[in-house]
Structures are given as structure tokens and as C-alpha cells.
């Protein structure tokens, strides 16, 4: 299997941590599931260290737990979870696009506008919208010249945005909703726009928030 992202840039473990995260935030290794180092060896391709290095790294970042003799525990997110990585990924979102409004290069803003235009058109396209909201928070994060918050930020956006595709009901409903936010977030970041892309993050947090009421109330 060629790993998804897997460009030259790329160590091998941060390809088998770039595949691997992949495949629990969209579901091929399911909530509550084990799965095991050969496993994944067979399933990316990538040899044991590399593996053993992305699912440490996973474990740091509540994606896995790792079960001695039983394998690699893919643990389930509930509504309490992810009220709780809410609370920080909140104001760490709007930290971020404030950032990103005053330090972004002339080519990261208009990567910002051309992504802004797809979510605009994206409809329920789920594949395409999900890898679309996986390359804004890449870029808004990158934007902000801030590993510290990088490091601390796409953690948190990753497990939320793997509860969401978890919970989706109506596909094309949720879809303009987040999509709308996410876009504002980018057109407010590329026009230098500070106080358009922090009410966007916070709106986009706001409609978290009720997402995962919503779910909890249907589980």
C-alpha cells in the first residue's frame, strides 16, 4: 500500500503516522476495535519502527491506547471527551487564525482563498470535504509560525473532527454548516481580517458544541 500523504518530505513515521490516523478518524479501524503491529505493517506497508513510532505518538495523543500482549486498543470518543477538547480547542482555533491573519505568506493566503472557494462549492461531497478540512487546519496552523501551538492544536482538531465523522447523521446538512465556518475562518486569515477570522473560529466552536449535544441526544 502506498501511504495516503506519503511525499518525500515526509519521514517514514510521520507517513505511518499520517496513515494510520487516517484510518481511525474515518472509521477503517473502528471505535473500540484492537488491531496489531503486523497489522498495520501488512496494511500500510511500512516497517515495524516506523509503525511502532506513529502508534507512540498516537498514544500521546489519546488516538490509541497501547495494551501490552493484546494489541493497540482504539478507544471510543464520547460526548463528555469531546465537550472536554472542546474547551481548549476553542481558544486555541481562535489563537491560531488570529496568528495566521498577521503572519501568513502571500502563498499560504492564497492557498487560503482557494480553499475557501472549494469548501463553497463542496455540497456533500463527504470525501473531498474531509480532506479539504484536514489541509485548512494544516495551513491555518502552519500560518501561525508557532510550533508550540501547532503541536498542541492539531491533536485536539484531529480527535474532534473524528467524532464528528463518527456521529454525522445528515451528510449535506453538516456539511454547510462546518464548511461555512471553516470558510469564513480562511477568508478572514487571508484578508488580514483578525476580528472576521476569530468570530468564525468561535462560531465554529459554538457549532461543535451543539453538534455533539445533537449527537448525544440521538445516541
Excluded at 501511504?3 to 481511525?24: H, R
Excluded at 507512540?56 to 464520547?78: C, D, F, K
Excluded at 463518527?166 to 454547510?176: G, L, P, R, T
Amino acid at each position: 500500500m502506498t501511504p495516503k500523504n506519503g511525499s518525500p518530505e515526509l519521514t517514514l513515521s510521520q507517513q505511518a503516522y499520517s496513515v494510520i490516523e487516517d484510518m481511525i478518524i474515518s472509521g477503517s479501524i473502528p471505535a473500540g476495535s484492537y488491531i496489531t503491529e503486523p497489522e498495520l505493517v501488512e496494511k500500510t506497508g511500512l516497517g515495524r519502527t516506523p509503525i511502532r513510532e506513529a502508534l507512540q505518538r498516537l498514544a500521546r495523543e489519546h488516538m490509541v491506547t497501547i495494551r501490552p500482549r493484546r494489541g493497540i486498543y482504539v478507544p471510543s470518543l464520547e460526548y463528555e471527551t469531546e465537550l472536554r477538547i472542546l474547551e481548549v480547542r476553542r481558544e486555541l482555533d481562535v489563537v491560531a487564525v488570529r496568528l495566521a491573519a498577521r503572519r501568513a505568506s502571500d502563498d499560504q493566503r492564497s492557498r487560503m482563498r482557494s480553499l475557501a472557494a472549494q469548501l463553497e462549492q463542496i455540497g456533500s461531497d463527504f470525501p473531498t470535504y474531509a480532506e479539504t478540512i484536514r489541509e485548512t487546519h494544516q495551513l491555518l496552523a502552519a500560518a501561525t509560525k508557532n510550533t508550540y501551538l501547532v503541536e498542541s492544536l492539531l491533536p485536539l482538531q484531529n480527535l474532534s473532527r473524528r467524532y464528528w465523522i463518527s456521529n454525522v447523521v445528515d451528510v449535506e446538512k453538516e456539511i454547510a454548516a462546518s464548511s461555512g465556518c471553516h470558510l469564513r475562518m480562511l477568508r478572514g486569515a487571508a484578508d488580514m481580517d483578525v476580528d472576521a477570522a476569530e468570530k468564525a473560529a468561535y462560531d465554529l466552536n459554538d457549532y461543535l458544541v451543539d453538534y455533539a449535544t445533537r449527537a448525544a441526544q440521538m445516541a
